[in-house]
Each structure stands twice: as structure tokens, then as C-alpha cells.
């Protein structure tokens, strides 16, 4: 059969095993579509600390206990917000290398991972805010993925790298970003040492979920709930109990309307507690130029003024900034 086909002028196709090809990259701005199965190895214990804060009835109290927990949840909670969000995402101000790697390794204790994945991820909501590519968007999912399904997700693992190459330099926030995990534990450690069973529990359990759900309130609560001074791209709000908690983060549509200020409470009744904290530091000479939005900027895109209403209904131009005037993330 084979002469056969020879002689008729067949040609024979071999049959060839079909070639696998790699799969193409994703986009980096989907990147975290994989992320709606959650990785259980942050899941557990997330869930372990919230259910060993049952133990609150079952261990002595004292009442050194109530100080012992409003300082951890303090301390951390500054970390956060002063050192975390406006100095290493936004670079709201500048300090030494020391005192960076001071905010940085009480930032790691509140159990949020490292200092760079933090503000890598925060600089994304910016990029993308209540748009696809937001990390923790309240409108573009649930109130719930906004507050803390976000955190627990598969595809939330990794420090963005593309977005901190301004911090590459310092290998000492390398290092602290890989093992974030150490100052957390031993801050669980040192208050068993020293407090005993009381003083884990209120000192290190209660006091870390209390700062989990305060920061997690800055992206679900503060894109439903509030009042907005500034016409966004996003639906940011002000809250006033949230900026209480959160020393200040809670002024979050004034943020958004200018991202690198270290003042995020615009008006004189908007409290900004890390504000005032950093004013103080620069007095004694610990940080400095600290950036603050202009006049201008601050009259800049109010709802209701006229200027706003006809850009937004595509009349002018917004006005280009100042020269040395930054609103923008990082």
C-alpha cells in the first residue's frame, strides 16, 4: 500500500506529538484574578487569633492589662499609618536609615506582613482605585473582600518588586520584608515572658485583631461610608471614627485628592494624630521635610465649586500642579 501511494503522487503526513507551548504571562494589572481562591496558609491563622481572643475569659486579669494593650495596639497602629502607608508608599517625608528600620520592624509587628508588600500593594489601590487592578476595592467586589478577603487571597503572596525599586537599596527592608514574621513573635513571646497568660492575650491576641480591623476599615469603610470634600476618581470618603482609631487615616478622600502629604486631616476639626506625632519628631530633629499640600491645592477640585463642575463636565482642564507640588503616590 505504501509503493501504492508512492506511485500515485500521495504525499504522507507523518503524524508529529502536537508542541506544548508556555502559557502567556498575565497581564500585571490581572494579576490578582487568580486571587479569589484563598491561600489557606494565611487563612488559619488568621482565623486561630480571632478565635483565641475567646481566652479573655479564662485568664487572670489585671489591670495593667487595659495600659499593656493600648500601647501594642498603639505603637503598631502608628507604625502603620506614619511609617507603612505615609512614608513608605507615599514618601510623605524623609528620616534616617535607622529610624526607618525602627518604623519598619514595629510596622511588622502588627502581623500585615513586611514593609514593602504593604506600601507595594497600597501603591496599586492608588494606581487602580475602585477600578479593575485594585486590590481591595469595596465597589468593584464585596465589603467584605475590601476588609479582609483581600489579604487572606492566593495571589496576594508576593512583594511587587516593579513597585518598591526606590527602596531596592536597603537590604536590611529586604530582609525584614521576607521574615516579617519575627518581630511579631516576639512580641508574643516577650509579653508571655513578662506578663504571663494575661499579658498575651492583651497585649499581643486582642491588641492584634483590633489593629487588623481598624486598618482593614481604611479600605472598606472609608469607600461607602463618610463625607467627601474633593471630586476623586475613586468614591474615597472622610470618617471621622475611623480617622480616630486610625490616628488619622480615616480623612481618606483628602488623601486621595493629594496622596504624599503627611497631613491627612485638612481642616482644623479632622484630627491627624500620626500628624501631630510627626510634627513633633521633626522639632527633635528625627524626620524632616515633611510635605504638605499648597493653598492651591487644597481649593483645588472641591465638590460644589464651579471650577470642579466644569471639568467634570469636560468644559476646562483641571489645572496643572505647582511647580514642586507632588500629589501623587510614591
Request: charged share 15%.
Amino acid at each position: 500500500m505504501f509503493s501504492d501511494d508512492l506511485r500515485k503522487g500521495t504525499i504522507i503526513q507523518p503524524i508529529l506529538p502536537r508542541p506544548t507551548l508556555p502559557a502567556a504571562p498575565r497581564p500585571h494589572g490581572l494579576r490578582r484574578a487568580a486571587g479569589a481562591i484563598f491561600n489557606w496558609i494565611n487563612v488559619l491563622p488568621f482565623l486561630g487569633i480571632h478565635v483565641a481572643c475567646i481566652a479573655v475569659f479564662f485568664v487572670e486579669f489585671h489591670w495593667w492589662a487595659i495600659p499593656l494593650f493600648l500601647t501594642t495596639y498603639s505603637l503598631r497602629v502608628w507604625a502603620l499609618t506614619a511609617g507603612f502607608h505615609r512614608y513608605f508608599a507615599h514618601r510623605a517625608y524623609k528620616t534616617s536609615r535607622w529610624f526607618q528600620f525602627v518604623i519598619a520592624t514595629i510596622g511588622s509587628a502588627a502581623i500585615q506582613k513586611g514593609p514593602m508588600w504593604w506600601a507595594g500593594e497600597h501603591r496599586q489601590h492608588h494606581r487602580h482605585s475602585d477600578q479593575d487592578g485594585d486590590p481591595h476595592s469595596p465597589i468593584k467586589k464585596s465589603v467584605f473582600w475590601a476588609h479582609i478577603g483581600w489579604i487572606l487571597s492566593r495571589g496576594n503572596g508576593d512583594t511587587d518588586w516593579n513597585e518598591m525599586k526606590d527602596w531596592n537599596k536597603f537590604p536590611e527592608l529586604k530582609w525584614l520584608d521576607r521574615f516579617h514574621w519575627i518581630p511579631g513573635a516576639l512580641l508574643g513571646v516577650g509579653c508571655w515572658y513578662f506578663g504571663g497568660p494575661t499579658a498575651l492575650v492583651w497585649g499581643f491576641v486582642l491588641s492584634t485583631v483590633a489593629v487588623y480591623h481598624v486598618t482593614f476599615c481604611v479600605n472598606s469603610v472609608c469607600h461607602l461610608f463618610g463625607y467627601r470634600r474633593f471630586e476623586t476618581t475613586d468614591r474615597s470618603r472622610n470618617n471621622w471614627w475611623v480617622a480616630l482609631l486610625t490616628f488619622g487615616e480615616g480623612w481618606h478622600n483628602n488623601h486621595h485628592h493629594y496622596q504624599s502629604s503627611a497631613r491627612q486631616g485638612f481642616a482644623w476639626y479632622e484630627v491627624d494624630i500620626s500628624y501631630m506625632s510627626l510634627k513633633v519628631l521633626s522639632w527633635l530633629g528625627i524626620v524632616w521635610d515633611l510635605r504638605e499640600p499648597t493653598p492651591r491645592a487644597l481649593q483645588k477640585n472641591l465638590i460644589g465649586s464651579a471650577t470642579t463642575a466644569k471639568v467634570l463636565d469636560g468644559q476646562i482642564p483641571a489645572p496643572a500642579a505647582e511647580p514642586n507640588e507632588s500629589p501623587l503616590a510614591g
